[in-house]
Protein backbone atom coordinates (compact mmCIF):
# COMPACT_ATOMS: atom_id res chain seq x y z
CA UNK A 1 0.00 0.00 0.00
CA UNK A 2 1.57 3.31 -1.28
CA UNK A 3 1.46 6.23 1.31
CA UNK A 4 -0.32 9.35 0.12
CA UNK A 5 1.98 12.62 0.81
CA UNK A 6 -0.89 15.33 1.50
CA UNK A 7 -1.28 18.64 -0.28
CA UNK A 8 -3.73 20.91 0.68
CA UNK A 9 -4.80 23.94 1.56
CA UNK A 10 -8.65 23.09 2.37
CA UNK A 11 -8.51 19.37 3.16
CA UNK A 12 -10.12 16.29 1.91
CA UNK A 13 -10.05 13.28 4.22
CA UNK A 14 -6.76 12.39 2.49
CA UNK A 15 -6.04 15.42 2.35
CA UNK A 16 -5.61 16.03 0.41
CA UNK A 17 -9.85 19.96 -6.28
CA UNK A 18 -13.25 21.27 -5.63
CA UNK A 19 -15.84 19.34 -6.90
CA UNK A 20 -18.34 16.37 -5.61
CA UNK A 21 -17.55 12.65 -6.22
CA UNK A 22 -19.29 12.86 -9.68
CA UNK A 23 -21.03 9.12 -9.86
CA UNK A 24 -22.65 9.09 -6.30
CA UNK A 25 -26.21 8.05 -5.93
CA UNK A 26 -27.69 8.07 -2.19
CA UNK A 27 -25.55 6.54 -0.42
CA UNK A 28 -23.36 4.56 -2.57
CA UNK A 29 -20.65 5.57 -4.56
CA UNK A 30 -20.78 4.25 -8.39
CA UNK A 31 -18.16 2.74 -10.88
CA UNK A 32 -18.07 4.07 -14.36
CA UNK A 33 -15.46 0.91 -14.63
CA UNK A 34 -17.76 -2.21 -15.40
CA UNK A 35 -16.68 -5.55 -12.81
CA UNK A 36 -13.84 -7.33 -14.14
CA UNK A 37 -12.94 -11.18 -14.10
CA UNK A 38 -9.53 -11.86 -15.03
CA UNK A 39 -7.50 -15.59 -15.04
CA UNK A 40 -5.81 -14.99 -11.80
CA UNK A 41 -8.24 -12.89 -8.91
CA UNK A 42 -11.84 -12.31 -9.08
CA UNK A 43 -12.41 -8.31 -9.50
CA UNK A 44 -14.40 -6.34 -6.86
CA UNK A 45 -17.44 -4.56 -7.19
CA UNK A 46 -16.71 -1.09 -6.54
CA UNK A 47 -20.19 -0.17 -7.11
CA UNK A 48 -21.82 -2.40 -4.07
CA UNK A 49 -19.54 -0.06 -1.40
CA UNK A 50 -21.87 1.82 1.12
CA UNK A 51 -20.27 5.41 2.02
CA UNK A 52 -22.14 5.84 5.40
CA UNK A 53 -22.51 3.56 8.43
CA UNK A 54 -25.61 1.00 8.09
CA UNK A 55 -26.31 1.06 12.36
CA UNK A 56 -28.79 3.81 12.99
CA UNK A 57 -28.79 3.00 16.49
CA UNK A 58 -29.02 5.15 19.47
CA UNK A 59 -25.34 6.05 20.71
CA UNK A 60 -24.51 4.70 24.26
CA UNK A 61 -23.46 7.36 26.96
CA UNK A 62 -19.90 7.04 27.79
CA UNK A 63 -19.27 5.73 23.97
CA UNK A 64 -15.28 5.31 23.46
CA UNK A 65 -14.07 4.82 19.67
CA UNK A 66 -10.58 3.35 18.63
CA UNK A 67 -9.32 4.83 15.57
CA UNK A 68 -6.32 2.72 14.02
CA UNK A 69 -4.27 4.61 12.15
CA UNK A 70 -2.52 2.59 9.54
CA UNK A 71 0.89 3.26 9.55
CA UNK A 72 4.44 0.68 9.05
CA UNK A 73 5.91 4.03 10.66
CA UNK A 74 5.24 6.44 13.32
CA UNK A 75 3.39 9.85 13.25
CA UNK A 76 6.30 12.79 13.32
CA UNK A 77 3.45 14.76 15.48
CA UNK A 78 3.66 17.92 14.15
CA UNK A 79 -0.06 18.49 14.59
CA UNK A 80 -1.08 21.63 13.34
CA UNK A 81 -2.27 22.30 9.55
CA UNK A 82 0.33 25.12 8.69
CA UNK A 83 3.36 22.91 9.79
CA UNK A 84 2.60 19.54 8.53
CA UNK A 85 3.35 17.43 6.09
CA UNK A 86 2.48 13.84 6.10
CA UNK A 87 -1.17 12.44 5.96
CA UNK A 88 -0.28 10.30 9.36
CA UNK A 89 -0.05 13.65 11.39
CA UNK A 90 -3.46 14.86 9.58
CA UNK A 91 -5.64 11.82 10.49
CA UNK A 92 -4.58 13.01 14.41
CA UNK A 93 -5.33 16.55 13.62
CA UNK A 94 -8.66 15.96 12.10
CA UNK A 95 -10.11 14.76 15.93
CA UNK A 96 -9.24 18.32 17.44
CA UNK A 97 -9.06 21.39 15.12
CA UNK A 98 -10.70 22.20 11.83
CA UNK A 99 -11.24 24.77 9.49
CA UNK A 100 -13.95 27.63 9.54
CA UNK A 101 -15.60 27.19 6.86
CA UNK A 102 -18.13 24.29 5.68
CA UNK A 103 -18.55 23.31 1.96
CA UNK A 104 -21.40 22.32 0.08
CA UNK A 105 -21.04 19.27 -2.03
CA UNK A 106 -18.99 20.80 -4.70
CA UNK A 107 -16.63 22.00 -1.96
CA UNK A 108 -17.72 25.65 -2.18
CA UNK A 109 -17.66 27.70 1.06
CA UNK A 110 -20.65 27.71 2.37
CA UNK A 111 -22.27 29.98 6.07
CA UNK A 112 -22.70 26.21 8.04
CA UNK A 113 -19.58 26.28 9.59
CA UNK A 114 -17.64 27.92 12.62
CA UNK A 115 -17.62 30.79 10.28
CA UNK A 116 -20.42 32.61 7.27
CA UNK A 117 -18.66 33.71 4.17
CA UNK A 118 -19.64 37.11 1.99
CA UNK A 119 -17.31 38.04 -1.17
CA UNK A 120 -17.95 41.24 -3.07
CA UNK A 121 -19.47 42.02 -6.04
CA UNK A 122 -16.13 42.61 -7.57
CA UNK A 123 -14.73 39.15 -5.77
CA UNK A 124 -11.92 41.17 -4.75
CA UNK A 125 -13.05 41.34 -0.98
CA UNK A 126 -14.18 38.35 1.15
CA UNK A 127 -15.10 38.80 4.81
CA UNK A 128 -15.59 35.59 7.47
CA UNK A 129 -17.17 36.19 10.34
CA UNK A 130 -16.76 33.85 12.89
CA UNK A 131 -19.67 32.35 14.90
CA UNK A 132 -20.05 33.30 18.71
CA UNK A 133 -20.06 30.31 19.83
CA UNK A 134 -16.82 28.94 18.31
CA UNK A 135 -14.07 28.36 21.33
CA UNK A 136 -10.58 27.32 21.89
CA UNK A 137 -10.14 23.96 23.97
CA UNK A 138 -9.24 26.13 26.51
CA UNK A 139 -12.29 28.65 26.93
CA UNK A 140 -10.69 31.35 24.61
CA UNK A 141 -12.58 32.57 21.94
CA UNK A 142 -11.60 32.09 18.61
CA UNK A 143 -11.30 35.77 16.62
CA UNK A 144 -10.63 37.40 13.68
CA UNK A 145 -7.03 38.04 15.04
CA UNK A 146 -6.57 34.15 15.22
CA UNK A 147 -7.47 34.02 11.57
CA UNK A 148 -4.95 36.60 10.84
CA UNK A 149 -2.09 35.17 12.80
CA UNK A 150 -1.74 32.07 10.66
CA UNK A 151 -1.46 34.27 7.74
CA UNK A 152 0.93 35.95 9.63
CA UNK A 153 3.09 32.99 10.33
CA UNK A 154 2.57 31.38 6.94
CA UNK A 155 3.54 34.16 5.19
CA UNK A 156 6.68 35.15 6.87
CA UNK A 157 10.53 34.79 6.63
CA UNK A 158 11.05 32.33 9.28
CA UNK A 159 8.32 30.13 7.96
CA UNK A 160 9.81 26.69 6.46
CA UNK A 161 6.88 25.49 5.63
CA UNK A 162 5.76 24.76 1.87
CA UNK A 163 2.45 26.39 2.27
CA UNK A 164 2.87 29.65 1.40
CA UNK A 165 1.97 29.78 -1.81
CA UNK A 166 1.39 32.12 -5.41
CA UNK A 167 -2.56 32.77 -3.70
CA UNK A 168 -1.69 34.08 -0.80
CA UNK A 169 0.78 36.32 -2.58
CA UNK A 170 -2.41 37.77 -4.43
CA UNK A 171 -3.03 39.55 -1.09
CA UNK A 172 -2.62 42.94 -0.69
CA UNK A 173 0.72 43.93 0.55
CA UNK A 174 1.47 40.17 1.39
CA UNK A 175 4.52 40.36 -1.17
CA UNK A 176 5.48 43.31 1.12
CA UNK A 177 5.43 41.50 4.78
CA UNK A 178 6.72 38.27 2.98
CA UNK A 179 9.77 40.54 1.64
CA UNK A 180 10.09 42.02 5.42
CA UNK A 181 9.47 45.28 4.44
CA UNK A 182 6.05 45.47 6.07
CA UNK A 183 5.32 44.62 9.88
CA UNK A 184 1.76 43.16 9.16
CA UNK A 185 -0.14 42.59 5.78
CA UNK A 186 -2.19 45.46 4.29
CA UNK A 187 -5.00 43.73 2.96
CA UNK A 188 -6.42 41.83 5.99
CA UNK A 189 -8.38 43.57 8.56
CA UNK A 190 -9.23 42.53 11.53
CA UNK A 191 -12.72 43.48 13.81
CA UNK A 192 -13.19 40.96 16.53
CA UNK A 193 -14.26 38.59 14.87
CA UNK A 194 -14.54 39.47 11.43
CA UNK A 195 -11.59 39.53 9.50
CA UNK A 196 -11.81 40.56 5.92
CA UNK A 197 -9.03 39.87 3.15
CA UNK A 198 -8.82 42.36 -0.25
CA UNK A 199 -6.87 40.70 -3.17
CA UNK A 200 -4.74 42.51 -5.80
CA UNK A 201 -7.03 40.98 -8.41
CA UNK A 202 -9.96 38.41 -8.41
CA UNK A 203 -9.22 34.57 -8.35
CA UNK A 204 -12.10 32.23 -8.36
CA UNK A 205 -10.40 29.86 -5.75
CA UNK A 206 -10.98 31.87 -2.90
CA UNK A 207 -14.33 30.63 -3.08
CA UNK A 208 -12.52 26.90 -2.67
CA UNK A 209 -9.36 27.37 -1.84
CA UNK A 210 -8.97 30.17 0.84
CA UNK A 211 -6.56 29.37 3.94
CA UNK A 212 -9.21 29.44 6.95
CA UNK A 213 -7.31 27.37 9.50
CA UNK A 214 -6.70 29.20 12.30
CA UNK A 215 -3.48 29.32 14.97
CA UNK A 216 -4.27 30.13 18.53
CA UNK A 217 -2.49 33.47 18.87
CA UNK A 218 -2.52 33.87 22.92
CA UNK A 219 -1.77 30.84 23.25
CA UNK A 220 1.43 30.36 20.24
CA UNK A 221 2.86 34.32 20.17
CA UNK A 222 5.25 33.79 22.59
CA UNK A 223 7.16 31.42 20.54
CA UNK A 224 8.81 32.44 18.17
CA UNK A 225 7.56 31.57 14.55
CA UNK A 226 11.32 29.99 13.53
CA UNK A 227 10.48 27.61 16.36
CA UNK A 228 7.05 27.26 16.36
CA UNK A 229 7.05 23.67 14.15
CA UNK A 230 9.20 22.26 16.88
CA UNK A 231 7.69 23.30 19.87
CA UNK A 232 5.84 21.34 22.47
CA UNK A 233 2.48 23.15 21.93
CA UNK A 234 2.64 21.88 18.81
CA UNK A 235 3.85 18.60 19.46
CA UNK A 236 3.00 17.70 22.91
CA UNK A 237 0.26 19.88 23.80
CA UNK A 238 -1.63 21.31 20.87
CA UNK A 239 -4.89 23.04 20.87
CA UNK A 240 -7.75 23.45 18.75
CA UNK A 241 -11.66 23.83 17.99
CA UNK A 242 -12.32 20.47 16.83
CA UNK A 243 -14.86 18.09 18.55
CA UNK A 244 -12.37 16.14 20.73
CA UNK A 245 -9.46 17.39 22.84
CA UNK A 246 -6.02 16.28 23.03
CA UNK A 247 -5.51 14.24 26.66
CA UNK A 248 -2.26 12.38 25.94
CA UNK A 249 -0.13 11.72 23.34
CA UNK A 250 2.49 8.49 23.39
CA UNK A 251 4.61 10.11 20.48
CA UNK A 252 4.36 8.80 16.95
CA UNK A 253 2.38 5.71 18.42
CA UNK A 254 -0.86 6.68 20.00
CA UNK A 255 -3.23 9.70 20.96
CA UNK A 256 -5.93 9.76 23.46
CA UNK A 257 -8.84 12.26 22.62
CA UNK A 258 -11.65 13.76 25.36
CA UNK A 259 -14.63 15.37 24.13
CA UNK A 260 -14.82 18.54 24.05
CA UNK A 261 -18.39 19.91 25.65
CA UNK A 262 -18.05 23.22 24.29
CA UNK A 263 -17.09 22.57 20.51
CA UNK A 264 -19.64 25.02 18.74
CA UNK A 265 -21.76 22.28 16.98
CA UNK A 266 -22.37 20.65 20.53
CA UNK A 267 -21.48 17.70 22.40
CA UNK A 268 -19.59 15.13 20.55
CA UNK A 269 -21.76 11.61 20.43
CA UNK A 270 -18.66 10.17 21.76
CA UNK A 271 -17.14 10.52 24.97
CA UNK A 272 -13.18 9.62 24.23
CA UNK A 273 -11.23 8.53 21.23
CA UNK A 274 -8.03 6.56 21.36
CA UNK A 275 -5.88 7.29 17.82
CA UNK A 276 -3.10 4.55 17.87
CA UNK A 277 -0.66 3.21 15.10
CA UNK A 278 -1.46 -0.06 13.60
CA UNK A 279 0.63 -1.81 11.21
CA UNK A 280 -1.08 -2.82 7.86
CA UNK A 281 -0.10 -6.48 7.88
CA UNK A 282 -2.15 -6.77 11.23
CA UNK A 283 -5.17 -4.01 10.64
CA UNK A 284 -7.95 -6.12 9.32
CA UNK A 285 -7.03 -8.86 12.39
CA UNK A 286 -7.20 -5.95 14.70
CA UNK A 287 -10.72 -5.05 13.05
CA UNK A 288 -11.39 -8.89 13.66
CA UNK A 289 -10.60 -8.85 17.09
CA UNK A 290 -12.29 -5.82 18.27
CA UNK A 291 -9.08 -3.59 18.89
CA UNK A 292 -9.84 -1.40 16.64
CA UNK A 293 -12.75 0.32 15.41
CA UNK A 294 -12.07 1.99 12.22
CA UNK A 295 -9.49 1.47 10.14
CA UNK A 296 -8.57 1.63 6.21
CA UNK A 297 -7.86 -1.37 4.50
CA UNK A 298 -5.20 -2.50 1.51
CA UNK A 299 -6.49 -3.83 -1.48
CA UNK A 300 -3.91 -6.83 -0.17
CA UNK A 301 -6.03 -7.33 2.73
CA UNK A 302 -9.73 -6.89 1.48
CA UNK A 303 -10.60 -10.30 0.43
CA UNK A 304 -9.43 -10.97 4.31
CA UNK A 305 -11.26 -7.80 5.44
CA UNK A 306 -14.73 -8.92 3.85
CA UNK A 307 -14.86 -12.08 5.31
CA UNK A 308 -15.14 -10.21 8.80
CA UNK A 309 -18.98 -10.70 10.50
CA UNK A 310 -18.08 -7.65 12.78
CA UNK A 311 -17.23 -5.04 10.49
CA UNK A 312 -18.74 -3.34 7.13
CA UNK A 313 -16.62 -1.98 4.68
CA UNK A 314 -17.06 1.44 3.49
CA UNK A 315 -15.66 2.42 -0.28
CA UNK A 316 -15.49 5.60 -2.56
CA UNK A 317 -13.50 6.99 -5.43
CA UNK A 318 -10.21 8.86 -3.50
CA UNK A 319 -9.19 12.28 -4.20
CA UNK A 320 -5.87 11.00 -5.02
CA UNK A 321 -3.50 9.59 -7.74
CA UNK A 322 -0.31 7.51 -8.36
CA UNK A 323 2.18 8.57 -10.15
CA UNK A 324 5.85 7.81 -11.24
CA UNK A 325 8.13 11.53 -11.24
CA UNK A 326 10.97 12.27 -13.09
CA UNK A 327 13.40 14.60 -11.22
CA UNK A 328 14.69 17.32 -13.48
CA UNK A 329 16.83 19.84 -10.93
CA UNK A 330 16.59 21.03 -7.58
CA UNK A 331 14.70 23.82 -5.44
CA UNK A 332 16.55 26.80 -4.65
CA UNK A 333 15.71 27.27 -0.93
CA UNK A 334 16.94 31.55 -1.54
CA UNK A 335 15.06 32.31 -4.75
CA UNK A 336 12.29 29.90 -3.43
CA UNK A 337 12.04 28.76 -7.28
CA UNK A 338 12.60 25.06 -8.80
CA UNK A 339 15.74 25.07 -11.15
CA UNK A 340 15.82 22.71 -14.14
CA UNK A 341 19.62 21.67 -14.02
CA UNK A 342 19.19 17.56 -14.19
CA UNK A 343 19.65 17.00 -18.46
CA UNK A 344 19.04 13.37 -17.93
CA UNK A 345 15.17 13.48 -19.00
CA UNK A 346 14.92 16.01 -21.19
CA UNK A 347 14.08 14.21 -24.11
CA UNK A 348 10.09 13.78 -23.44
CA UNK A 349 10.03 10.99 -26.08
CA UNK A 350 12.36 9.02 -23.11
CA UNK A 351 9.78 10.01 -20.99
CA UNK A 352 6.65 8.96 -22.80
CA UNK A 353 8.19 5.64 -23.86
CA UNK A 354 8.94 5.22 -20.04
CA UNK A 355 4.76 5.25 -20.06
CA UNK A 356 3.68 3.33 -22.60
CA UNK A 357 6.18 0.07 -21.34
CA UNK A 358 4.21 -0.30 -18.11
CA UNK A 359 0.54 -1.81 -18.29
CA UNK A 360 -1.00 0.03 -14.94
CA UNK A 361 -4.50 -1.96 -16.27
CA UNK A 362 -2.92 -4.93 -15.22
CA UNK A 363 -1.46 -3.93 -11.84
CA UNK A 364 -4.95 -2.17 -10.66
CA UNK A 365 -7.05 -5.35 -11.50
CA UNK A 366 -4.10 -7.94 -10.92
CA UNK A 367 -2.15 -6.12 -7.76
CA UNK A 368 -5.33 -4.29 -6.34
CA UNK A 369 -8.19 -6.39 -7.39
CA UNK A 370 -9.89 -3.41 -9.36
CA UNK A 371 -9.54 -1.14 -6.58
CA UNK A 372 -7.56 0.93 -8.89
CA UNK A 373 -7.72 1.78 -12.16
CA UNK A 374 -5.59 3.86 -14.83
CA UNK A 375 -4.96 7.53 -14.33
CA UNK A 376 -5.02 9.74 -17.15
CA UNK A 377 -4.53 12.84 -15.75
CA UNK A 378 -3.50 14.49 -12.44
CA UNK A 379 -7.12 15.75 -11.66
CA UNK A 380 -8.75 13.06 -10.07
CA UNK A 381 -11.83 11.52 -12.09
CA UNK A 382 -14.51 12.38 -9.51
CA UNK A 383 -14.60 15.93 -11.09
CA UNK A 384 -15.57 18.12 -14.03
CA UNK A 385 -12.31 19.56 -14.31
CA UNK A 386 -10.82 16.35 -15.28
CA UNK A 387 -10.35 16.49 -18.91
CA UNK A 388 -11.89 13.01 -20.03
CA UNK A 389 -10.28 13.40 -23.80
CA UNK A 390 -7.23 12.79 -22.44
CA UNK A 391 -6.03 9.43 -22.33
CA UNK A 392 -4.04 6.80 -20.06
CA UNK A 393 -1.14 5.96 -21.47
CA UNK A 394 -1.69 2.47 -22.80
CA UNK A 395 1.20 -0.38 -22.41
CA UNK A 396 2.33 -0.05 -25.96
CA UNK A 397 6.10 -1.61 -25.52
CA UNK A 398 6.83 -1.34 -29.29
CA UNK A 399 5.64 1.99 -29.29
CA UNK A 400 8.05 2.67 -26.30
CA UNK A 401 11.17 1.16 -28.24
CA UNK A 402 10.28 2.90 -31.11
CA UNK A 403 10.80 6.19 -29.18
CA UNK A 404 13.75 5.15 -27.84
CA UNK A 405 15.27 4.11 -30.94
CA UNK A 406 14.32 7.90 -32.34
CA UNK A 407 15.96 9.76 -29.34
CA UNK A 408 19.18 7.61 -29.74
CA UNK A 409 18.86 5.07 -26.83
CA UNK A 410 19.90 1.98 -28.92
CA UNK A 411 21.45 -0.92 -27.50
CA UNK A 412 24.91 -0.30 -28.88
CA UNK A 413 27.17 -3.01 -26.67
CA UNK A 414 24.39 -5.73 -27.62
CA UNK A 415 23.78 -6.95 -24.19
CA UNK A 416 20.39 -6.15 -24.15
CA UNK A 417 20.60 -2.50 -22.31
CA UNK A 418 20.25 0.54 -24.12
CA UNK A 419 22.88 2.59 -23.96
CA UNK A 420 22.34 6.74 -24.28
CA UNK A 421 22.62 9.12 -27.46
CA UNK A 422 26.39 9.23 -26.80
CA UNK A 423 26.74 5.63 -26.00
CA UNK A 424 27.61 5.75 -22.69
CA UNK A 425 26.11 3.36 -20.24
CA UNK A 426 22.22 4.92 -19.13
CA UNK A 427 21.32 3.25 -15.74
CA UNK A 428 18.30 4.65 -13.84
CA UNK A 429 17.37 4.38 -10.09
CA UNK A 430 13.99 4.32 -8.82
CA UNK A 431 13.33 5.26 -5.93
CA UNK A 432 9.99 3.56 -4.06
CA UNK A 433 8.51 3.68 -0.74
CA UNK A 434 7.72 0.71 1.42
CA UNK A 435 4.26 -0.32 3.16
CA UNK A 436 1.80 -3.48 2.65
CA UNK A 437 2.38 -6.34 0.74
CA UNK A 438 2.07 -4.95 -2.63
CA UNK A 439 5.03 -2.21 -2.29
CA UNK A 440 8.06 -4.37 -3.86
CA UNK A 441 6.19 -6.30 -5.85
CA UNK A 442 4.90 -3.60 -7.62
CA UNK A 443 8.29 -1.61 -7.87
CA UNK A 444 9.70 -4.78 -9.63
CA UNK A 445 7.05 -5.47 -12.14
CA UNK A 446 7.61 -1.24 -13.39
CA UNK A 447 11.49 -2.05 -13.58
CA UNK A 448 10.98 -5.60 -15.16
CA UNK A 449 8.82 -3.93 -17.87
CA UNK A 450 11.31 -1.00 -18.35
CA UNK A 451 14.00 -3.24 -18.91
CA UNK A 452 11.48 -5.52 -21.38
CA UNK A 453 12.11 -2.62 -23.50
CA UNK A 454 15.75 -2.40 -22.92
CA UNK A 455 16.01 0.33 -20.33
CA UNK A 456 18.32 -0.07 -17.17
CA UNK A 457 16.33 0.76 -14.21
CA UNK A 458 17.56 -0.51 -10.40
CA UNK A 459 15.82 0.17 -7.19
CA UNK A 460 17.76 2.35 -5.18
CA UNK A 461 19.71 0.93 -2.60
CA UNK A 462 18.69 -2.42 -3.74
CA UNK A 463 15.68 -1.53 -1.63
CA UNK A 464 12.19 0.19 -0.50
CA UNK A 465 12.87 3.48 1.89
CA UNK A 466 10.08 4.29 4.50
CA UNK A 467 8.02 7.07 4.34
CA UNK A 468 10.27 9.58 5.98
CA UNK A 469 13.10 8.86 4.71
CA UNK A 470 11.85 8.41 0.99
CA UNK A 471 10.45 12.33 1.15
CA UNK A 472 13.66 13.35 2.53
CA UNK A 473 15.09 11.69 -0.48
CA UNK A 474 12.98 13.95 -2.99
CA UNK A 475 12.86 17.04 -0.74
CA UNK A 476 16.44 17.30 -0.20
CA UNK A 477 16.51 16.60 -3.90
CA UNK A 478 18.95 13.47 -3.50
CA UNK A 479 21.23 13.44 -6.39
CA UNK A 480 20.63 9.84 -6.79
CA UNK A 481 17.35 9.90 -7.08
CA UNK A 482 16.50 9.50 -10.82
CA UNK A 483 12.82 8.84 -10.78
CA UNK A 484 10.58 8.12 -7.87
CA UNK A 485 7.00 6.70 -7.62
CA UNK A 486 4.86 8.24 -4.91
CA UNK A 487 1.52 9.60 -4.56
CA UNK A 488 -0.60 12.50 -3.75
CA UNK A 489 -4.24 13.18 -1.75
CA UNK A 490 -5.28 16.32 -3.75
CA UNK A 491 -7.28 19.46 -1.84
CA UNK A 492 -10.77 20.51 -2.52
CA UNK A 493 -9.81 23.47 -4.51
CA UNK A 494 -8.87 22.76 -8.40
CA UNK A 495 -5.99 25.08 -8.55
CA UNK A 496 -3.11 23.00 -9.11
CA UNK A 497 -0.03 25.81 -8.63
CA UNK A 498 0.74 24.32 -5.35
CA UNK A 499 1.96 21.23 -6.89
CA UNK A 500 3.43 22.22 -10.39
CA UNK A 501 4.43 26.30 -10.50
CA UNK A 502 7.80 27.05 -10.69
CA UNK A 503 7.83 28.16 -6.62
CA UNK A 504 6.24 25.26 -5.32
CA UNK A 505 8.27 23.50 -3.19
CA UNK A 506 6.09 20.60 -3.54
CA UNK A 507 6.91 20.54 -7.04
CA UNK A 508 9.60 17.50 -6.71
CA UNK A 509 10.24 16.66 -9.81
CA UNK A 510 11.79 20.45 -10.80
CA UNK A 511 9.93 20.85 -13.51
CA UNK A 512 9.66 24.02 -14.97
CA UNK A 513 7.48 25.40 -18.70
CA UNK A 514 6.75 28.46 -19.11
CA UNK A 515 3.07 27.15 -20.45
CA UNK A 516 2.52 25.52 -17.81
CA UNK A 517 2.63 28.89 -15.89
CA UNK A 518 1.14 30.55 -18.21
CA UNK A 519 -2.03 28.08 -17.55
CA UNK A 520 -1.79 28.01 -13.99
CA UNK A 521 -2.19 31.57 -13.69
CA UNK A 522 -5.03 31.60 -16.46
CA UNK A 523 -6.46 28.94 -13.99
CA UNK A 524 -6.73 31.30 -11.00
CA UNK A 525 -7.43 34.77 -12.95
CA UNK A 526 -10.20 37.18 -12.52
CA UNK A 527 -11.70 35.44 -16.09
CA UNK A 528 -12.06 32.03 -14.65
CA UNK A 529 -14.89 33.03 -12.58
CA UNK A 530 -16.45 31.76 -15.90
CA UNK A 531 -16.65 27.70 -15.26
CA UNK A 532 -16.16 27.09 -18.82
CA UNK A 533 -13.57 29.30 -18.96
CA UNK A 534 -11.62 27.30 -16.23
CA UNK A 535 -12.49 23.90 -17.11
CA UNK A 536 -11.28 24.71 -21.06
CA UNK A 537 -8.14 26.18 -19.13
CA UNK A 538 -7.62 23.08 -17.11
CA UNK A 539 -8.25 21.16 -20.08
CA UNK A 540 -5.47 22.36 -21.76
CA UNK A 541 -3.12 22.05 -18.61
CA UNK A 542 -3.86 18.40 -18.88
CA UNK A 543 -3.07 17.76 -22.67
CA UNK A 544 0.55 19.74 -21.81
CA UNK A 545 1.11 17.89 -19.16
CA UNK A 546 0.03 14.63 -20.78
CA UNK A 547 2.59 15.46 -23.63
CA UNK A 548 5.37 16.44 -21.44
CA UNK A 549 5.09 14.01 -18.82
CA UNK A 550 6.95 15.45 -16.15
CA UNK A 551 5.42 12.65 -14.81
CA UNK A 552 3.47 9.59 -15.41
CA UNK A 553 0.28 9.29 -14.08
CA UNK A 554 -0.28 5.97 -12.96
CA UNK A 555 -3.20 4.85 -10.58
CA UNK A 556 -6.37 6.42 -9.32
CA UNK A 557 -7.81 4.58 -6.55
CA UNK A 558 -11.49 2.97 -4.88
CA UNK A 559 -10.27 3.80 -1.25
CA UNK A 560 -11.80 1.55 1.68
CA UNK A 561 -12.24 1.50 5.09
CA UNK A 562 -13.15 -1.32 7.44
CA UNK A 563 -16.10 -0.06 10.26
CA UNK A 564 -16.68 -1.76 12.97
CA UNK A 565 -21.09 -2.77 13.19
CA UNK A 566 -21.03 -0.53 16.62
CA UNK A 567 -20.27 2.18 15.24
CA UNK A 568 -23.11 4.85 14.07
CA UNK A 569 -23.37 8.17 12.42
CA UNK A 570 -19.65 7.34 9.98
CA UNK A 571 -19.85 8.82 6.66
CA UNK A 572 -17.31 8.26 4.22
CA UNK A 573 -18.13 11.14 1.92
CA UNK A 574 -17.79 13.61 4.87
CA UNK A 575 -14.37 14.73 3.96
CA UNK A 576 -14.27 17.29 6.53
CA UNK A 577 -13.02 16.56 9.98
CA UNK A 578 -16.50 17.55 11.80
CA UNK A 579 -17.75 13.54 10.68
CA UNK A 580 -16.26 12.57 14.40
CA UNK A 581 -18.80 14.96 16.11
CA UNK A 582 -21.43 12.84 14.49
CA UNK A 583 -19.54 9.46 15.02
CA UNK A 584 -21.02 7.19 18.56
CA UNK A 585 -20.95 3.70 19.50
CA UNK A 586 -24.53 1.22 20.43
CA UNK A 587 -22.67 -0.81 22.19
CA UNK A 588 -19.77 -1.37 24.02
CA UNK A 589 -16.60 -2.87 22.70
CA UNK A 590 -16.33 -6.58 23.41
Given at each position: ??????Y???????????L?????????????T??????D??????????T?T????????????????????????????????????????????????????????????????????????????I???????????V????????????????Y????????????E????????K????????????????T???A?PS????????P?H????????I???????K???N?????????????????????????????A??????T??????????????????????????Q??????????E???K????????????????????????D????E?????????YA??????G???????????????????????????????????????????????????????????????????????????E???N?????????G????????????????Y????????????????????S???P????????????????????????????????????????????????????????????RY??T??????SG??????????????G??????
Amino acid sequence: MMKIKSYSKVLSALAISSLLLAACSNDTEKSSTKEKKGKDVEQVDTSLFPTKTTNQGEPIDGGHLTYGLVSDTPFEGILNKVFYQGEPDNQVITFFDEDLLDTDENYVFTNDGAASYEISDDNKTVTLTIKDNVNWQDGKPVTGADLEYAYLVLGSKDYKGVRYDEQMALIEGMEEYHAGKADSISGIKVDGKKITFTFKKANPSVTTGLWTYPLHKEYLSDVPIAKLESSDKIRKNPIGYGPFKVKKIVQGEAVEFEAFEGYHRGAPKLDSVTLKVVNPSVAVKSLENGDIDVASISADQFDQAKALDNVEILGKVDLAYSYIGFKFGHYDAKKAENVMDNPKFEDKRLRQAMAYAINNEEVGEKMYKGLRFPANSVITPNFKYNNKDVKPYEYDPEKAKKLLDEAGYVDTNKDGLREDPDGKEFKINFASMSGGDIAEPLTNYYIQQWQEVGLDVQMLDGRLHEFNSFYDLLKKDNEEVDIYQAAWGVASDPDPSGLWSKSAAFNYTRWVNDKNDELLAKGISEEAFDDQYRIDTYNEWQELIHEEVPIIPTLFRYTTTGVNKRVSGYDYLAERQYKWFNVGVTEEAK
